[in-house]
Protein backbone atom coordinates (compact mmCIF):
# COMPACT_ATOMS: atom_id res chain seq x y z
CA UNK A 1 0.00 0.00 0.00
CA UNK A 2 2.61 2.62 0.54
CA UNK A 3 4.31 1.27 -2.89
CA UNK A 4 7.78 0.36 -1.72
CA UNK A 5 9.22 -2.34 -3.86
CA UNK A 6 12.60 -4.63 -3.43
CA UNK A 7 13.01 -5.95 -6.48
CA UNK A 8 16.37 -7.09 -8.25
CA UNK A 9 18.44 -5.97 -5.32
CA UNK A 10 17.37 -2.75 -4.85
CA UNK A 11 16.31 -3.31 -1.55
CA UNK A 12 12.96 -1.23 -0.40
CA UNK A 13 12.42 1.87 -1.89
CA UNK A 14 9.36 3.88 -2.15
CA UNK A 15 8.52 4.23 -5.78
CA UNK A 16 6.05 7.27 -5.97
CA UNK A 17 6.01 10.52 -8.06
CA UNK A 18 3.88 13.32 -8.64
CA UNK A 19 1.39 12.43 -11.63
CA UNK A 20 2.32 16.13 -12.92
CA UNK A 21 5.64 15.17 -13.54
CA UNK A 22 4.44 12.64 -16.24
CA UNK A 23 5.59 13.78 -19.68
CA UNK A 24 2.58 12.40 -21.63
CA UNK A 25 2.08 13.30 -25.40
CA UNK A 26 -0.17 15.50 -26.51
CA UNK A 27 -2.50 12.92 -27.81
CA UNK A 28 -2.49 10.68 -24.83
CA UNK A 29 -3.23 13.43 -22.39
CA UNK A 30 -6.62 13.95 -22.22
CA UNK A 31 -7.22 9.93 -22.00
CA UNK A 32 -4.56 9.56 -19.49
CA UNK A 33 -6.87 12.93 -17.18
CA UNK A 34 -10.11 10.83 -17.71
CA UNK A 35 -8.75 7.77 -16.16
CA UNK A 36 -6.84 9.53 -13.30
CA UNK A 37 -10.19 10.78 -12.51
CA UNK A 38 -11.22 7.30 -11.69
CA UNK A 39 -8.70 7.00 -9.38
CA UNK A 40 -9.30 7.61 -5.57
CA UNK A 41 -7.90 11.29 -4.31
CA UNK A 42 -5.79 9.63 -1.35
CA UNK A 43 -3.86 7.67 -3.68
CA UNK A 44 -0.07 8.34 -4.66
CA UNK A 45 0.94 7.19 -8.15
CA UNK A 46 3.89 5.34 -8.95
CA UNK A 47 6.79 5.65 -11.17
CA UNK A 48 6.56 3.41 -13.57
CA UNK A 49 9.26 4.60 -16.33
CA UNK A 50 11.70 4.83 -13.23
CA UNK A 51 15.00 2.86 -12.80
CA UNK A 52 14.96 2.67 -8.96
CA UNK A 53 18.25 1.87 -8.32
CA UNK A 54 20.20 4.35 -10.39
CA UNK A 55 17.70 6.95 -10.53
CA UNK A 56 17.39 7.02 -14.29
CA UNK A 57 13.60 7.58 -15.91
CA UNK A 58 12.52 6.77 -19.52
CA UNK A 59 10.41 9.18 -21.40
CA UNK A 60 6.43 8.07 -21.49
CA UNK A 61 6.09 10.67 -24.35
CA UNK A 62 8.22 9.04 -26.43
CA UNK A 63 7.34 6.08 -28.83
CA UNK A 64 8.81 2.54 -27.08
CA UNK A 65 10.91 1.61 -29.56
CA UNK A 66 12.82 4.55 -30.10
CA UNK A 67 13.94 4.41 -26.52
CA UNK A 68 17.18 2.73 -25.82
CA UNK A 69 18.74 1.07 -23.23
CA UNK A 70 21.73 -0.34 -21.98
CA UNK A 71 23.45 2.63 -23.37
CA UNK A 72 24.59 4.35 -19.46
CA UNK A 73 26.47 2.48 -17.34
CA UNK A 74 24.61 1.37 -13.94
CA UNK A 75 21.20 2.37 -15.50
CA UNK A 76 19.12 -1.34 -15.72
CA UNK A 77 15.78 -1.47 -17.92
CA UNK A 78 15.17 -4.54 -16.09
CA UNK A 79 13.59 -2.66 -13.03
CA UNK A 80 10.62 -0.84 -14.11
CA UNK A 81 10.10 -3.72 -16.43
CA UNK A 82 10.32 -6.04 -13.05
CA UNK A 83 7.44 -3.53 -11.48
CA UNK A 84 5.38 -3.53 -14.56
CA UNK A 85 5.33 -6.85 -14.63
CA UNK A 86 2.87 -6.69 -11.93
CA UNK A 87 3.50 -9.61 -9.79
CA UNK A 88 2.34 -7.99 -6.66
CA UNK A 89 -1.28 -7.97 -7.84
CA UNK A 90 -2.09 -11.59 -7.26
CA UNK A 91 -1.01 -10.87 -3.82
CA UNK A 92 -3.68 -8.00 -3.18
CA UNK A 93 -6.09 -10.46 -4.12
CA UNK A 94 -4.95 -12.93 -1.50
CA UNK A 95 -6.05 -10.38 0.86
CA UNK A 96 -9.14 -9.59 -0.37
CA UNK A 97 -10.09 -7.13 1.92
CA UNK A 98 -11.67 -3.64 1.18
CA UNK A 99 -8.13 -2.08 0.73
CA UNK A 100 -6.77 -4.15 -1.22
CA UNK A 101 -9.62 -4.00 -3.94
CA UNK A 102 -9.16 -0.39 -3.81
CA UNK A 103 -5.72 -0.40 -4.38
CA UNK A 104 -5.75 -2.73 -7.02
CA UNK A 105 -8.56 -0.65 -8.54
CA UNK A 106 -6.01 2.29 -8.53
CA UNK A 107 -2.64 0.69 -9.35
CA UNK A 108 -4.44 -0.92 -12.53
CA UNK A 109 -6.01 2.48 -13.13
CA UNK A 110 -2.34 4.34 -12.52
CA UNK A 111 -0.26 2.32 -14.50
CA UNK A 112 -2.87 2.47 -17.46
CA UNK A 113 -2.69 6.47 -17.26
CA UNK A 114 0.75 6.74 -16.71
CA UNK A 115 1.54 3.86 -19.94
CA UNK A 116 -0.33 4.86 -22.95
CA UNK A 117 -0.32 1.99 -25.28
CA UNK A 118 3.33 1.63 -27.58
CA UNK A 119 4.61 5.00 -25.31
CA UNK A 120 7.41 4.50 -22.43
CA UNK A 121 9.54 1.53 -21.58
CA UNK A 122 7.09 -0.60 -20.38
CA UNK A 123 5.78 -1.08 -23.97
CA UNK A 124 9.31 -1.83 -25.28
CA UNK A 125 9.38 -5.26 -24.66
CA UNK A 126 6.72 -7.80 -25.51
CA UNK A 127 7.71 -10.86 -23.33
CA UNK A 128 7.14 -7.95 -20.42
CA UNK A 129 4.15 -6.54 -21.96
CA UNK A 130 2.41 -10.37 -21.82
CA UNK A 131 3.74 -11.15 -18.42
CA UNK A 132 2.07 -8.03 -17.34
CA UNK A 133 -1.14 -9.64 -19.15
CA UNK A 134 -1.43 -12.63 -17.15
CA UNK A 135 -0.53 -11.28 -14.12
CA UNK A 136 -3.34 -8.07 -14.11
CA UNK A 137 -6.09 -11.19 -15.51
CA UNK A 138 -5.46 -13.69 -12.80
CA UNK A 139 -5.20 -10.92 -9.95
CA UNK A 140 -8.36 -9.60 -11.19
CA UNK A 141 -9.66 -13.63 -11.19
CA UNK A 142 -8.56 -14.14 -7.46
CA UNK A 143 -11.01 -11.01 -6.28
CA UNK A 144 -13.42 -12.24 -8.62
CA UNK A 145 -13.61 -16.11 -7.34
CA UNK A 146 -13.89 -14.34 -3.87
CA UNK A 147 -17.50 -12.72 -4.75
CA UNK A 148 -15.69 -9.39 -5.03
CA UNK A 149 -17.63 -6.73 -7.70
CA UNK A 150 -15.91 -4.17 -9.46
CA UNK A 151 -17.26 -0.62 -10.86
CA UNK A 152 -18.58 0.01 -14.34
CA UNK A 153 -15.77 2.66 -14.99
CA UNK A 154 -13.53 0.23 -13.54
CA UNK A 155 -13.95 -2.65 -15.98
CA UNK A 156 -14.14 -0.85 -19.05
CA UNK A 157 -10.74 0.40 -18.51
CA UNK A 158 -9.85 -2.63 -17.30
CA UNK A 159 -11.35 -4.28 -20.54
CA UNK A 160 -9.89 -1.65 -22.72
CA UNK A 161 -6.15 -2.50 -21.20
CA UNK A 162 -6.50 -6.08 -21.73
CA UNK A 163 -7.60 -5.51 -25.23
CA UNK A 164 -4.72 -2.95 -25.64
CA UNK A 165 -2.08 -5.87 -24.32
CA UNK A 166 -3.64 -8.21 -26.97
CA UNK A 167 -3.14 -5.95 -29.44
CA UNK A 168 0.04 -5.04 -29.03
CA UNK A 169 1.66 -8.44 -28.18
CA UNK A 170 -0.04 -10.11 -31.46
CA UNK A 171 1.61 -6.89 -33.31
CA UNK A 172 5.24 -7.21 -32.04
CA UNK A 173 5.86 -11.18 -31.37
CA UNK A 174 9.65 -11.59 -30.84
CA UNK A 175 10.00 -14.50 -33.08
CA UNK A 176 13.01 -15.67 -34.73
CA UNK A 177 12.85 -19.04 -37.13
CA UNK A 178 16.22 -20.09 -34.86
CA UNK A 179 16.88 -18.06 -32.04
CA UNK A 180 13.52 -17.85 -30.47
CA UNK A 181 13.12 -18.98 -26.70
CA UNK A 182 11.29 -17.98 -23.72
CA UNK A 183 10.32 -14.33 -25.29
CA UNK A 184 8.71 -15.61 -27.44
CA UNK A 185 6.88 -18.52 -25.48
CA UNK A 186 5.88 -15.69 -23.09
CA UNK A 187 4.17 -13.80 -25.45
CA UNK A 188 2.25 -16.49 -26.62
CA UNK A 189 1.27 -17.92 -23.22
CA UNK A 190 0.12 -13.90 -22.24
CA UNK A 191 -2.06 -14.20 -25.51
CA UNK A 192 -3.68 -16.79 -24.25
CA UNK A 193 -4.34 -15.20 -21.40
CA UNK A 194 -5.77 -12.51 -23.02
CA UNK A 195 -7.88 -14.76 -25.52
CA UNK A 196 -9.43 -16.40 -22.44
CA UNK A 197 -10.56 -13.56 -20.67
CA UNK A 198 -11.90 -11.40 -23.93
CA UNK A 199 -15.60 -12.07 -24.77
CA UNK A 200 -15.18 -14.05 -28.30
CA UNK A 201 -14.66 -12.12 -31.48
CA UNK A 202 -13.31 -12.62 -34.52
CA UNK A 203 -10.45 -11.53 -33.11
CA UNK A 204 -9.98 -12.95 -29.60
CA UNK A 205 -11.03 -16.12 -31.36
CA UNK A 206 -7.94 -16.15 -33.83
CA UNK A 207 -5.71 -15.14 -30.42
CA UNK A 208 -7.07 -18.39 -29.18
CA UNK A 209 -6.52 -20.81 -31.79
CA UNK A 210 -2.76 -19.12 -32.86
CA UNK A 211 -1.82 -19.13 -28.60
CA UNK A 212 -2.51 -22.60 -28.34
CA UNK A 213 -1.19 -23.84 -31.13
CA UNK A 214 1.66 -21.62 -30.79
CA UNK A 215 2.57 -23.45 -27.00
CA UNK A 216 2.03 -26.65 -28.00
CA UNK A 217 5.01 -25.86 -30.98
CA UNK A 218 6.71 -24.19 -28.08
CA UNK A 219 7.15 -27.35 -25.85
CA UNK A 220 8.04 -29.48 -28.54
CA UNK A 221 10.88 -27.04 -29.57
CA UNK A 222 12.16 -25.85 -26.52
CA UNK A 223 11.76 -28.74 -23.72
CA UNK A 224 13.73 -31.89 -24.54
CA UNK A 225 11.85 -35.26 -23.71
CA UNK A 226 13.42 -35.60 -20.51
CA UNK A 227 11.74 -32.41 -19.57
CA UNK A 228 15.02 -30.04 -19.75
CA UNK A 229 14.84 -26.74 -21.28
CA UNK A 230 16.58 -26.28 -23.89
CA UNK A 231 18.32 -22.66 -22.83
CA UNK A 232 21.26 -24.23 -20.45
CA UNK A 233 19.63 -22.36 -17.28
CA UNK A 234 17.97 -24.00 -14.53
CA UNK A 235 16.45 -20.41 -13.75
CA UNK A 236 15.05 -20.28 -17.12
CA UNK A 237 13.73 -23.55 -16.79
CA UNK A 238 11.91 -22.60 -14.50
CA UNK A 239 10.16 -19.43 -15.86
CA UNK A 240 9.41 -21.29 -19.30
CA UNK A 241 7.70 -24.27 -17.34
CA UNK A 242 5.72 -21.83 -15.20
CA UNK A 243 4.74 -20.52 -18.69
CA UNK A 244 3.69 -23.99 -19.88
CA UNK A 245 1.80 -25.59 -16.86
CA UNK A 246 -0.54 -22.00 -15.96
CA UNK A 247 -1.06 -21.68 -20.08
CA UNK A 248 -1.99 -25.40 -20.10
CA UNK A 249 -4.42 -25.42 -17.03
CA UNK A 250 -5.93 -22.39 -18.14
CA UNK A 251 -6.28 -24.07 -21.83
CA UNK A 252 -7.81 -27.34 -20.04
CA UNK A 253 -10.51 -25.14 -18.11
CA UNK A 254 -11.85 -23.42 -21.09
CA UNK A 255 -15.50 -22.87 -20.86
CA UNK A 256 -17.30 -24.54 -23.52
CA UNK A 257 -17.94 -21.64 -25.87
CA UNK A 258 -14.28 -21.60 -25.61
CA UNK A 259 -13.40 -25.15 -26.07
CA UNK A 260 -15.36 -25.02 -29.36
CA UNK A 261 -13.82 -22.66 -31.43
CA UNK A 262 -10.53 -24.74 -30.91
CA UNK A 263 -12.67 -27.84 -32.31
CA UNK A 264 -14.42 -29.06 -28.65
CA UNK A 265 -11.60 -31.48 -28.38
CA UNK A 266 -8.37 -32.42 -26.65
CA UNK A 267 -5.93 -29.72 -27.51
CA UNK A 268 -2.48 -31.66 -26.71
CA UNK A 269 -0.76 -34.24 -28.31
CA UNK A 270 0.12 -37.72 -26.58
CA UNK A 271 3.81 -36.59 -25.93
CA UNK A 272 2.59 -33.57 -24.03
CA UNK A 273 2.07 -33.80 -20.32
CA UNK A 274 5.12 -36.77 -19.76
CA UNK A 275 6.83 -33.59 -21.11
CA UNK A 276 5.22 -31.13 -18.69
CA UNK A 277 4.97 -33.48 -15.25
CA UNK A 278 8.87 -34.03 -16.27
CA UNK A 279 9.92 -30.37 -15.88
CA UNK A 280 8.29 -30.18 -12.10
CA UNK A 281 10.87 -33.79 -11.98
CA UNK A 282 13.61 -31.57 -13.38
CA UNK A 283 13.00 -28.66 -10.86
CA UNK A 284 13.11 -31.56 -7.93
CA UNK A 285 16.56 -33.03 -9.42
CA UNK A 286 18.26 -29.90 -9.39
CA UNK A 287 17.83 -29.07 -6.12
CA UNK A 288 20.12 -29.44 -3.20
CA UNK A 289 20.15 -30.56 0.30
CA UNK A 290 19.48 -26.61 1.31
CA UNK A 291 16.57 -26.84 -0.71
CA UNK A 292 18.25 -24.30 -3.45
CA UNK A 293 18.38 -25.52 -7.05
CA UNK A 294 21.93 -26.41 -8.75
CA UNK A 295 22.56 -22.22 -10.24
CA UNK A 296 23.29 -23.73 -14.33
CA UNK A 297 23.61 -20.53 -16.86
CA UNK A 298 21.83 -17.29 -16.44
CA UNK A 299 19.34 -16.24 -13.50
CA UNK A 300 17.60 -13.14 -14.36
CA UNK A 301 15.01 -14.08 -11.41
CA UNK A 302 12.47 -14.01 -13.95
CA UNK A 303 8.66 -15.39 -13.13
CA UNK A 304 5.72 -16.07 -15.23
CA UNK A 305 3.45 -15.79 -11.44
CA UNK A 306 4.31 -14.97 -7.93
CA UNK A 307 1.77 -16.31 -6.18
CA UNK A 308 3.50 -17.84 -3.27
CA UNK A 309 6.93 -16.61 -3.01
CA UNK A 310 9.67 -17.85 -1.15
CA UNK A 311 11.11 -15.30 1.31
CA UNK A 312 14.32 -15.80 3.96
CA UNK A 313 12.47 -13.76 7.15
CA UNK A 314 15.95 -13.52 8.78
CA UNK A 315 17.12 -10.06 9.92
CA UNK A 316 13.63 -9.27 10.06
CA UNK A 317 13.45 -8.15 6.16
CA UNK A 318 11.89 -9.97 3.81
CA UNK A 319 14.56 -11.51 0.89
CA UNK A 320 13.27 -13.73 -1.96
CA UNK A 321 14.21 -16.83 -2.26
CA UNK A 322 15.27 -16.49 -6.13
CA UNK A 323 16.92 -20.52 -6.18
CA UNK A 324 13.99 -22.15 -3.84
CA UNK A 325 12.12 -23.93 -6.76
CA UNK A 326 8.90 -25.40 -5.32
CA UNK A 327 6.11 -23.64 -6.41
CA UNK A 328 7.29 -24.39 -9.59
CA UNK A 329 6.47 -27.84 -8.63
CA UNK A 330 3.48 -27.67 -6.82
CA UNK A 331 1.83 -25.80 -9.76
CA UNK A 332 2.77 -28.86 -12.04
CA UNK A 333 1.22 -30.71 -9.55
CA UNK A 334 -1.96 -29.09 -9.96
CA UNK A 335 -2.71 -31.37 -12.65
CA UNK A 336 -0.62 -34.59 -11.47
CA UNK A 337 -1.29 -34.90 -7.94
CA UNK A 338 2.17 -37.20 -6.96
CA UNK A 339 2.72 -37.85 -3.47
CA UNK A 340 6.03 -37.14 -4.15
CA UNK A 341 5.62 -33.52 -5.78
CA UNK A 342 3.62 -32.58 -3.16
CA UNK A 343 6.28 -33.84 -0.37
CA UNK A 344 8.67 -31.81 -2.01
CA UNK A 345 7.16 -28.39 -2.44
CA UNK A 346 5.48 -28.79 1.27
CA UNK A 347 2.13 -26.30 2.37
CA UNK A 348 3.44 -22.99 2.10
CA UNK A 349 3.14 -22.86 -1.79
CA UNK A 350 -0.01 -25.16 -1.54
CA UNK A 351 -1.54 -22.26 -2.86
CA UNK A 352 0.12 -22.97 -6.46
CA UNK A 353 -1.29 -25.68 -6.40
CA UNK A 354 -5.07 -24.58 -5.95
CA UNK A 355 -4.64 -22.27 -8.66
CA UNK A 356 -3.61 -24.31 -11.22
CA UNK A 357 -6.14 -26.92 -10.45
CA UNK A 358 -9.08 -24.24 -10.28
CA UNK A 359 -7.50 -23.30 -13.72
CA UNK A 360 -8.06 -26.81 -15.40
CA UNK A 361 -11.04 -27.08 -13.78
CA UNK A 362 -10.27 -29.64 -11.54
CA UNK A 363 -9.00 -31.75 -14.36
CA UNK A 364 -5.91 -34.46 -13.56
CA UNK A 365 -3.87 -35.64 -15.71
CA UNK A 366 -2.10 -39.53 -15.32
CA UNK A 367 1.51 -39.75 -14.54
CA UNK A 368 3.51 -41.49 -17.11
CA UNK A 369 4.88 -43.28 -14.40
CA UNK A 370 3.34 -47.12 -12.99
CA UNK A 371 3.20 -47.80 -9.45
CA UNK A 372 6.77 -48.59 -8.37
CA UNK A 373 8.40 -46.96 -11.46
CA UNK A 374 11.55 -44.26 -10.62
CA UNK A 375 11.01 -40.81 -12.76
CA UNK A 376 13.00 -41.19 -16.43
CA UNK A 377 16.55 -39.52 -15.04
CA UNK A 378 16.70 -41.79 -12.70
CA UNK A 379 19.30 -43.98 -12.76
CA UNK A 380 19.82 -43.66 -15.96
CA UNK A 381 24.48 -44.13 -16.88
CA UNK A 382 26.44 -43.96 -20.01
CA UNK A 383 28.77 -46.49 -20.90
CA UNK A 384 31.24 -46.03 -23.67
CA UNK A 385 35.12 -45.84 -24.44
CA UNK A 386 37.73 -43.29 -22.47
CA UNK A 387 40.28 -41.90 -24.51
CA UNK A 388 43.38 -42.65 -24.07
CA UNK A 389 47.07 -40.81 -24.28
CA UNK A 390 45.83 -38.53 -22.06
CA UNK A 391 48.02 -36.21 -19.65
CA UNK A 392 47.08 -35.09 -16.46
CA UNK A 393 46.41 -31.32 -15.70
CA UNK A 394 45.67 -31.50 -12.51
CA UNK A 395 44.29 -33.73 -9.52
CA UNK A 396 42.08 -33.24 -6.60
CA UNK A 397 40.96 -35.46 -3.96
CA UNK A 398 38.09 -34.41 -1.76
CA UNK A 399 37.60 -36.64 1.12
CA UNK A 400 34.46 -35.69 3.50
CA UNK A 401 35.29 -35.54 7.12
CA UNK A 402 32.37 -38.55 6.96
CA UNK A 403 32.75 -41.02 4.37
CA UNK A 404 29.41 -42.06 5.20
CA UNK A 405 28.11 -39.18 3.24
CA UNK A 406 28.73 -41.07 -0.60
CA UNK A 407 26.59 -43.84 0.66
CA UNK A 408 23.46 -44.60 -1.32
CA UNK A 409 24.48 -42.40 -4.25
CA UNK A 410 21.22 -41.70 -6.75
CA UNK A 411 22.14 -40.26 -10.23
CA UNK A 412 20.26 -38.32 -12.55
CA UNK A 413 20.72 -37.61 -15.95
CA UNK A 414 19.88 -35.24 -18.58
CA UNK A 415 22.54 -35.38 -21.13
CA UNK A 416 20.33 -32.86 -23.78
CA UNK A 417 20.66 -30.16 -21.25
CA UNK A 418 23.75 -31.45 -20.33
CA UNK A 419 23.84 -31.83 -16.42
CA UNK A 420 24.72 -35.41 -14.47
CA UNK A 421 24.01 -35.46 -10.55
CA UNK A 422 24.85 -37.70 -7.86
CA UNK A 423 22.32 -36.94 -4.97
CA UNK A 424 21.13 -38.44 -1.57
CA UNK A 425 19.20 -36.56 1.49
CA UNK A 426 22.37 -35.39 2.54
CA UNK A 427 24.60 -34.70 -0.70
CA UNK A 428 24.55 -33.31 -4.05
CA UNK A 429 27.10 -33.35 -6.78
CA UNK A 430 26.33 -31.73 -10.09
CA UNK A 431 28.78 -31.95 -13.45
CA UNK A 432 27.83 -29.71 -16.27
CA UNK A 433 28.53 -31.38 -19.38
CA UNK A 434 26.46 -30.21 -22.93
CA UNK A 435 25.46 -27.63 -25.61
CA UNK A 436 25.39 -24.28 -24.88
CA UNK A 437 21.69 -23.91 -25.44
CA UNK A 438 19.49 -22.02 -27.52
CA UNK A 439 20.73 -24.25 -30.63
CA UNK A 440 23.79 -23.18 -30.55
CA UNK A 441 23.46 -19.30 -29.17
CA UNK A 442 24.29 -19.68 -25.93
CA UNK A 443 22.59 -16.52 -24.93
CA UNK A 444 22.29 -17.83 -21.10
CA UNK A 445 24.74 -20.12 -21.02
CA UNK A 446 28.51 -19.64 -19.09
CA UNK A 447 31.69 -21.20 -19.78
CA UNK A 448 30.95 -23.65 -17.34
CA UNK A 449 31.43 -27.15 -19.19
CA UNK A 450 32.72 -29.90 -16.63
CA UNK A 451 32.35 -27.86 -13.91
CA UNK A 452 30.83 -29.36 -10.34
CA UNK A 453 28.87 -27.62 -7.80
CA UNK A 454 28.83 -29.68 -4.39
CA UNK A 455 26.48 -29.58 -1.29
CA UNK A 456 27.11 -32.00 1.74
CA UNK A 457 24.87 -32.13 4.81
CA UNK A 458 23.13 -28.84 3.31
CA UNK A 459 26.35 -26.81 2.94
CA UNK A 460 27.58 -25.32 -0.27
CA UNK A 461 31.46 -26.86 -0.84
CA UNK A 462 31.29 -25.40 -4.44
CA UNK A 463 27.74 -23.27 -5.80
CA UNK A 464 28.11 -21.53 -9.20
CA UNK A 465 28.08 -17.94 -8.56
CA UNK A 466 25.29 -16.90 -10.64
CA UNK A 467 24.60 -14.09 -13.41
CA UNK A 468 24.00 -10.52 -11.06
CA UNK A 469 23.89 -8.56 -13.71
CA UNK A 470 23.13 -8.40 -17.39
CA UNK A 471 23.56 -4.41 -19.27
CA UNK A 472 24.16 -2.29 -16.39
CA UNK A 473 27.74 -3.95 -15.89
CA UNK A 474 29.14 -5.59 -18.88
CA UNK A 475 32.42 -6.51 -17.29
CA UNK A 476 30.58 -7.93 -14.03
CA UNK A 477 28.00 -10.10 -16.59
CA UNK A 478 31.28 -11.35 -17.94
CA UNK A 479 32.94 -12.35 -15.17
CA UNK A 480 29.96 -13.76 -14.35
CA UNK A 481 30.13 -15.89 -17.47
CA UNK A 482 33.76 -16.65 -17.57
CA UNK A 483 35.18 -20.20 -16.61
CA UNK A 484 37.40 -18.79 -14.51
CA UNK A 485 34.09 -17.92 -12.08
CA UNK A 486 33.25 -21.75 -12.43
CA UNK A 487 34.67 -25.28 -10.59
CA UNK A 488 35.48 -25.84 -14.32
CA UNK A 489 38.77 -27.28 -15.97
CA UNK A 490 41.40 -24.13 -16.64
CA UNK A 491 44.12 -23.34 -18.96
CA UNK A 492 45.91 -19.99 -17.82
CA UNK A 493 43.91 -17.05 -17.96
CA UNK A 494 42.17 -18.81 -21.26
CA UNK A 495 38.84 -18.94 -22.16
CA UNK A 496 37.09 -22.15 -23.82
CA UNK A 497 34.47 -20.07 -25.22
CA UNK A 498 34.74 -16.42 -26.49
CA UNK A 499 32.66 -13.52 -24.44
CA UNK A 500 33.02 -10.96 -26.71
CA UNK A 501 30.25 -11.97 -29.52
CA UNK A 502 27.79 -9.92 -27.15
CA UNK A 503 25.87 -10.14 -23.94
CA UNK A 504 23.96 -12.52 -24.91
CA UNK A 505 25.52 -14.88 -26.88
CA UNK A 506 28.37 -17.79 -26.76
CA UNK A 507 30.53 -18.92 -29.09
CA UNK A 508 29.48 -22.29 -29.82
CA UNK A 509 32.64 -24.19 -30.69
CA UNK A 510 33.49 -26.45 -27.47
CA UNK A 511 31.52 -30.02 -28.13
CA UNK A 512 30.55 -30.83 -24.84
CA UNK A 513 30.62 -34.72 -24.85
CA UNK A 514 29.79 -37.20 -21.78
CA UNK A 515 31.74 -40.36 -22.23
CA UNK A 516 30.22 -42.27 -19.14
CA UNK A 517 28.63 -41.80 -16.18
CA UNK A 518 27.31 -44.04 -13.02
CA UNK A 519 26.79 -43.50 -9.46
CA UNK A 520 30.99 -44.35 -9.51
CA UNK A 521 31.35 -41.76 -11.73
CA UNK A 522 31.47 -39.53 -14.39
CA UNK A 523 33.75 -38.87 -17.60
CA UNK A 524 33.51 -35.78 -19.96
CA UNK A 525 35.58 -33.92 -22.44
CA UNK A 526 35.02 -30.52 -24.44
CA UNK A 527 37.49 -28.94 -27.33
CA UNK A 528 37.02 -25.32 -26.02
CA UNK A 529 40.82 -24.68 -25.57
CA UNK A 530 41.45 -26.06 -28.96
CA UNK A 531 42.58 -29.85 -27.84
CA UNK A 532 40.45 -32.44 -25.89
CA UNK A 533 40.42 -31.65 -22.25
CA UNK A 534 38.83 -34.29 -19.80
CA UNK A 535 37.84 -34.59 -16.19
CA UNK A 536 37.51 -37.98 -14.76
CA UNK A 537 35.12 -38.33 -12.03
CA UNK A 538 36.06 -41.21 -9.35
CA UNK A 539 33.31 -41.77 -6.36
CA UNK A 540 34.94 -44.49 -4.24
CA UNK A 541 36.57 -45.62 -0.57
CA UNK A 542 34.60 -42.84 0.97
CA UNK A 543 36.61 -40.13 -1.45
CA UNK A 544 35.82 -37.78 -4.48
CA UNK A 545 38.61 -37.83 -7.22
CA UNK A 546 38.97 -35.26 -9.84
CA UNK A 547 41.47 -35.47 -12.75
CA UNK A 548 41.62 -32.91 -15.79
CA UNK A 549 43.55 -34.10 -18.34
CA UNK A 550 44.58 -33.21 -22.01
CA UNK A 551 45.59 -34.17 -25.35
CA UNK A 552 48.63 -33.81 -27.19
CA UNK A 553 51.24 -32.61 -24.33
CA UNK A 554 53.92 -34.70 -22.59
CA UNK A 555 52.84 -35.86 -18.97
CA UNK A 556 54.59 -33.97 -16.54
CA UNK A 557 54.47 -34.76 -13.06
CA UNK A 558 51.45 -33.68 -10.99
CA UNK A 559 51.09 -33.99 -6.46
CA UNK A 560 47.04 -34.39 -6.03
CA UNK A 561 45.55 -31.89 -3.40
CA UNK A 562 43.71 -33.11 -0.88
CA UNK A 563 40.72 -30.95 0.65
CA UNK A 564 38.27 -32.03 3.80
CA UNK A 565 36.16 -29.13 3.97
CA UNK A 566 34.63 -26.63 1.27
CA UNK A 567 36.71 -23.39 2.30
CA UNK A 568 39.73 -25.31 1.51
CA UNK A 569 38.16 -26.48 -1.69
CA UNK A 570 37.48 -22.87 -3.27
CA UNK A 571 40.83 -21.63 -2.13
CA UNK A 572 42.45 -24.50 -4.16
CA UNK A 573 40.64 -23.77 -7.27
CA UNK A 574 40.78 -19.82 -7.02
CA UNK A 575 36.81 -19.84 -6.53
CA UNK A 576 36.47 -16.17 -4.85
CA UNK A 577 33.55 -14.62 -6.79
CA UNK A 578 30.85 -13.12 -4.70
CA UNK A 579 27.69 -14.90 -4.66
CA UNK A 580 24.91 -14.14 -6.34
CA UNK A 581 21.46 -15.70 -5.86
CA UNK A 582 19.01 -13.53 -7.52
CA UNK A 583 19.59 -10.66 -10.53
CA UNK A 584 21.06 -7.34 -9.14
CA UNK A 585 21.99 -9.48 -5.75
CA UNK A 586 25.61 -10.26 -3.75
CA UNK A 587 25.77 -12.06 -0.84
Known amino acids: MEHRFDLLGSGWVSVECDPKSYRLS ?14 DSAYNPIDWQLDFKSGYRWRA ?23 ARLHHLSWLAQSGDEKSIREFRNQVLDFAAANPPGYGVNWLCTMDVAIRAANIIIAYDL ?13 GEFHALIVAHGKHIMANLEWHDVHRANHYLADIVGLLFVAAYLPCTDESNAWLIFSVEQMINEVERQFTPDGANFEASTSY ?123 AGGQKITSYLKPGDNPGAMGVQITGGVDSGLSVLAQTFIEPVDATVLNGLTVFSYPDF ?47 PGTYLYTPAPNDRNAYRSVHAHAAPKIGDKEPSRLDFGLFRLENNVDARCLCFSPDGFEGRHAGYGVPLHRHIEIQDGKIRITDLISGTKSSKVIPRIVKDGTSLRKLWSLDLRFSPGYGIRD
Not at 26 to 39: D, M, T
Not at 61 to 79: F, I, N
Not at 426 to 440: A, I, K, L, T, Y
Open 143 to 155: FISQGIEFDEAFL
Open 26 to 39: SGNQKRALAIRQLI
Open 61 to 83: DRLSGTLRYGHEPAVDVKVPWEL
Open 418 to 464: GLFIWRSSRFFMSVRCGPVGQNGNGGHAHNDQLAIELNIDGEDWIAD
Open 237 to 359: HRLSAEMVVYGTALVLGLPKDKKAILGGKNSFPDWYFERLERMAEFCVHVTKPNGRVAQIGDNDSGRFFKICPSFDEAGGTFKEQHLDHRSTVAAINGLFEREDFEEFSGPDVALDTTVVSAL
